[in-house]
């Protein structure tokens, strides 16, 4: 395909899709940060510098296009362990991703008392998450009811993967969410696995975005390794909930090229061919190809950004491994009562 014919499709999807070719560099800017983050984090806990981290090698365009549809001043995000890219879209800086992965006091989602990749910032709008699987569903419609009684016109997002999905909260947070008609988007990550566990032994239907239906509110299912159709959908469920029409549910189909943890050995359950095969969908060489055909990108600037966001997040982990410990006597703050 000619460079100019290349560069006049993706004009057309930009603008369906309601970016601009800034937003998508910066898109894809963001996704480069969150995947020099997941591989440098899994690389500590290897060095033993680090306790935990999941990666979220293949789910970058789906965490950073989603978030990117936010009002990243106004609305709030309700994530799991795996939304590094939306975190780093709401606001969260590397310096900051690094002081939680290291455990330090000026850590803003929890002064080194909360897991790796934990998240939760009062000051941007990120509700604190927790280990256990789909309590966030439930936490995120009342997020989104308090925003609506206090007249906020804010919209909730919530993330999470599939597998919690199979979980009872999930029932009582789409309920809850459709009776009374809130500003909420449930965003499911589905990328095939609950840790070790394929989707066909979660769930007799893999099409969680079809639950919707029985709650009063659209499901949509979009392919989530394509960030300009993420984006699109995500921006028109967030107008629907801002307009009063209620909540949605997105379903974005994504990979996982990682092992669910640091904790976990994916090749005791997965083949060597299978992700051999899944890498070839990585998203990040995906749109790097289209801005190149749309004349965005280049050789030479992309690797410039590259070194840019390599040199961004070392510099962050040698600020992070320096930066105070939390004092011993603070252990208990904010656990009792004065």
Partial sequence: MPANDGAHRFSDRLSKSGLDGADAQRVYRYMLLARAISEKSWLLTRQGRVLFSMP??????????????????????????????AMLVKGMTTQEVMLNM?????????GGRQMP???????????????SVGTTLPRASGVA????????????????????ASEGDFHEGLAFAGVHRLPVVFFCNNNGWATSVPVNLQSAEPQIAKRAEGYGFPGITVDGLDPLAVYQAVRETVARARSGDGPSLVE????RMMPHSSSDDHLRYRTPEELAAER????????RDILLSAEL??????????DAVDQEVESAIEFADAAPSPAPESALNGVYAP
């Avoid at 974005?252 to 990979?255: E, G, L, Q, R, S």
């Fill in 297 to 306: 990108l280049d050789g030479e600037s992309d690797q410039a950004l590259r």
């Fill in 280 to 287: 070839e969908l990585d998203p990040l060489p995906r749109f």
């Fill in 117 to 131: 990749m934990h998240w939760g910032y009062k000051q941007l709008g990120i509700i604190s998450m927790g280990s």
């Fill in 102 to 110: 290291f455990g330090k006091a000026a850590d803003p989602n929890g």
């Fill in 56 to 85: 979220c090698d293949g789910q970058e365009a789906a965490d950073v296009a989603s978030a990117y549809a936010l009002d990243t001043t106004n609305d709030f995000i309700v994530p799991y362990a795996r939304s590094l890219g």
């Fill in 252 to 255: 974005a189909t994504t990979i």
């Fill in 145 to 164: 009811l308090a925003s609506k009684l206090k007249g906020q016109n804010a919209v909730t997002m919530v993330y999470f993967g599939e597998g919690s």
